[in-house]
């Protein structure tokens, strides 16, 4: 009964415990109840993943309505795997979130906090397992809503700003897709995923069709923050809590990314999106802007919050990059980063959060010497800083390596120094950290900081770690994205 | 006549335009928010008027009628419609903190304040 309902249950768990959490009185108690949450989410994920694995796609009928008219979720390789990506992300900042909003949020306000951070699991969670149009725009809707409420509750006043021009933002992008997903229907009179796939191809060739891809496009680029599209991020990042940075970074983008995965090859399917539309043409060049742009700016800014926050525009870059490939490797390496990327910006986010626990800020004159006071928590720091450059051993190496391969086997040699040369701009605005923290020695006057407490140090230990090892061992993480790929390009392994 | 005869679109796209110019062109955050209303007022009308059938009536089973709307578009819109009124409350929730926290609701100003 259980196991049947656990696509419903995905969903439902994190939905139902969001109200009970904001009713709950203590902050404490609330806690206890998302990290419980959370890694119940996490388990139900992997069980679906293993069940895809050995059972092929899930087909799920919500409340029994047969699809096309009840609403059908539909899990394969990629939404098992994006699904272990968000709850593991969950899983891990969850139990950091109590002493990562100690100082910045007051105790009365932090039930509701958590409730607003199990929504914000909910509509990604969502995002990421329905098979029906209109539905995914719901999800975006709560996952967005929490989000918005969430980056409010940062301890600096321009978080509210930064909030409210992410409400602007992200309810245009929303909208654009409602406008997107409306002219589909209109086309082929159905919401199914399935069904539009099926729909499709036989009104393709008209100007309704032709503008709810851009629509579609336009919005889910609003919402992955892609190049140019990308001004709400820097600045929600930067001033949200610790630990809601950790986990947007981590989770927020890579549904968007999942979302256009899923609208470009299985909606659309990659012969209309990459041959009738130019969507190749245009997803390229901004990746690769958004690439050296972000990168780039990233160097020269003093907060390494925002810095992270300027790599993470450079970081979609590379995975949208992979997405306009339109080849098996490139979406293995979209696939792949979506994973490594969340690991190491969860690391560096959290290991951010015990910085600015510890000292109150988390600018580079602050870090001087953090090295000798917070030594595992910046190792963690450098070891994520090192996947995200892409040193070999590192997980970011083998998503860049695939990058690169999807690059060459494209005979867009260009295309390749590109991604080349913006690891050694990551290089350089990592290693003006790594300098700071390690060969300065402590203003006089700073505040004592001792290490991160344990709640925060093993979440970031994790993450870092797993960084590492799905370097090493990559055959987990790149064997699921070829099956991923292969479905999503329709040819069968 | 034909471009006439698609005028609920020509209503929604306007609608669309005002609604965007608004949240662009305006520095005050609750005409911002007010703007981005009406532009997703737009988006719920192009939705209700594609479900419209010509002579159909309310899609209520009854004696004597066959013809009937797709109630369907209505009713993703009423999902829709209460996206909206949240997103409406979080916004104008935020500027009740923005206000409480700068004295001010104009973009301009508010900008201006955090360089200082």
């Known amino acids: 009964m259980i196991a049947s309902n656990l696509p419903a249950l995905q969903v439902v768990v994190p939905l139902i415990s969001a109200p009970i959490c904001a009713m709950l009185g203590r902050g404490r108690t609330a806690w206890v109840l998302t990290v419980a949450v959370s890694w119940t989410a996490l388990a139900i994920a992997i069980a679906l993943l293993i069940r895809v694995e050995t059972g092929g796609v899930i087909d799920y009928e919500m409340g029994g309505w047969a699809a096309p008219w009840g609403i059908a979720y539909r899990i394969d390789y990629l939404n098992a795997f994006v699904l272990v990506i968000v709850a593991g992300i969950g899983a891990m900042v969850a139990p950091a979130a109590l002493q990562g909003i100690a100082t910045e949020i007051a105790p009365e306000r932090q039930p509701r906090f958590f409730a607003a951070m199990l929504l914000a699991l909910t509509g990604l969670l969502g995002i990421t397992i329905t098979g029906d149009a209109f539905n995914l725009y719901v999800f975006l809707e709560i996952a967005s809503l929490a989000s918005y409420a969430l980056v409010a509750q940062g301890p600096d006043r321009r978080a509210l700003m930064a909030a409210f021009q992410y409400l602007i933002l992200g309810t245009i992008g929303a909208t654009f897709i409602l406008i997107g997903v409306g002219l589909l229907y209109m086309m082929t009179g159905t919401l199914n995923m399935a069904d539009l796939a099926a729909r499709l191809p036989a009104v393709a060739e008209t100007r309704t069709i032709y503008a709810a891809f851009a629509f579609i496009i336009v919005g889910t680029g609003l919402k992955l923050a892609l190049f140019p599209l990308h001004m709400w991020l820097p600045n929600a990042y930067a001033y949200a809590p610790g630990v809601v940075s950790a986990f947007m970074a981590a989770t927020g983008t890579k549904v968007g990314v999942y979302m256009l995965a899923r609208f470009v090859y299985t909606v659309f399917g990659a012969p209309f999106a990459f041959d009738t539309m130019p969507l190749g043409q245009i997803l390229m060049p901004f990746a690769l802007l958004g690439i050296v742009v972000g990168s780039l700016v990233a160097i020269f800014q003093d907060d390494i919050k925002r810095m992270l926050a300027y790599s993470s525009v450079a970081q979609i870059g590379y995975m949208a990059l992979g997405i306009s490939f339109a080849s098996e490797t490139g979406l293995i390496a979209t696939i792949v980063h979506l994973f490594n990327h969340a690991l190491m910006k969860g690391a560096l986010f959290l290991a951010l959060a015990a910085v600015s626990l510890r000292l109150g800020k988390t600018d580079l004159t602050a870090m001087r010497g953090l090295g000798r006071r917070m030594p595992l928590t910046m190792a963690a720091f450098v070891a994520a800083g090192l996947s995200l450059i892409g040193v070999p051993l590192t997980a970011g190496f083998v998503s860049k390596w695939y990058l690169v391969k999807a690059a060459i086997e494209a005979g867009l040699w260009p295309v390749a120094v590109v991604i080349l040369g913006a690891s050694l701009l990551a290089m350089i605005y990592v290693w003006r950290v790594v300098e700071v923290a390690y060969f300065r020695a402590p203003a006089a006057n700073a505040p004592a900081a001792v290490e991160a407490p344990t709640t925060m140090l093993i979440p970031i230990l994790i993450l870092a770690g797993g960084g590492i090892y799905f370097g090493i061992d990559t055959e987990v993480t790149v064997g699921i994205a070829r099956a991923a790929a292969m479905a999503l390009l329709g040819t069968s392994p | ?116």
Not at chain 2, 19 to 40: H, S, T, W
Not at chain 2, 71 to 85: C, E, G, H, K, Q
């Open chain 2, 1 to 116: 006549m034909a471009a006439l005869g698609h005028f609920n679109y020509w209503v929604a796209i306007g609608l669309m335009m005002i609604g965007l110019y608004l949240v662009i062109a305006r520095g005050n955050l609750v005409k911002k928010l007010v703007g981005l209303n009406i532009f997703q007022t737009a988006v719920f009308l192009l939705y209700i008027s594609m479900g419209k059938v010509i002579g159909g009536t309310a899609p209520i089973f009854a004696e004597g009628f066959t013809l009937y709307t797709n109630p369907l578009p209505s009713v993703l819109i009423l999902t829709a419609i209460v996206v909206s009124v949240a997103t409406t409350a979080v916004g104008l929730a935020i500027i009740v903190r923005i206000r409480e926290a700068y004295d001010s609701i104009e973009e301009d100003d508010i900008l201006r304040r955090d360089e200082e």
